[in-house]
């Protein structure tokens, strides 16, 4: 008994791996919301980028004024 306490208080105390653990949780804490958005706003988004190439496009197409 007293060797499985120590190994789960070795266990406990040890802290490698906690500061990459921590960033990921950050960075999941950052992405996952605008993934989130980004799928409940994808035909918005998807309008919104083909509306700007075609006006893009337009503009390209008109070509450059003579001076």
Avoid at 5 to 33: F, N
Avoid at 42 to 60: F, K, S
């Amino acid at each position: 008994m007293k060797v499985l306490w120590k190994i789960a208080k070795r266990l406990h105390s040890d802290q490698r791996g906690a500061e990459g653990l921590e960033k990921l949780l950050i960075i999941a804490a950052i992405v996952l919301p605008l993934l989130g958005l980004l799928i409940a706003f994808r035909q918005y988004i998807g309008e919104w980028a083909t509306d700007m190439l075609n006006q893009i496009r337009g503009e390209a197409d008109q070509g450059v004024p003579a001076p």
